[in-house]
């Protein structure tokens, strides 16, 4: 099993920056990737951004290019997302998910935290 618990979010004015960690503990050696995905009030759940846990691949979905950046640190067991420029319609729910297949990209992961809010005022 593997515990995933996200940490940094918080408020924040438009056009300012906030990094998001991610800490895995447990089986982190079961996971190939992870990956942030954030959930807005009466929205679906969108990607953000993935890591591979070992050759350190990423992926943006197109609307999330430019302004995130994901990151990790093995030694830590961390995942970061860098946000830069946030905007109000930014504000949403994001979640740390962990994934143990290949199929990284497909955004149904296996693993899960409870998410960090983050609200940005316009």
């Known amino acids: 099993q593997v515990h995933l618990v996200e940490s940094g979010g918080g408020l924040v004015q438009a056009g300012g920056s906030l990094r998001l960690s991610c800490a895995a503990s447990?089986?982190?050696?079961?996971?190939?990737?992870m990956g942030w995905f954030r959930q807005a009030p009466g929205k679906q759940r969108e990607f953000v951004a993935a890591?591979?846990?070992?050759?350190?691949?990423?992926y943006y979905p197109d609307s999330m290019k430019g302004r995130f950046t994901i990151s990790r640190d093995n030694a830590k067991n961390t995942v970061y997302l860098q946000m830069n420029s946030l905007k109000p319609e930014d504000t949403a729910v994001y979640y740390c998910?962990?994934?143990?297949?290949?199929?990284?990209?497909?955004?149904?992961?296996?693993?899960w935290g409870l998410g960090t809010q983050v609200t940005v005022s316009s």
């Open positions: 998910g962990g994934e143990k297949s290949r199929n990284w990209l497909r955004g149904d992961y296996d693993y």
């Open positions: 447990g089986r982190t050696s079961d996971m190939y990737a």
């Open positions: 890591i591979t846990t070992n050759g350190g691949m990423t």
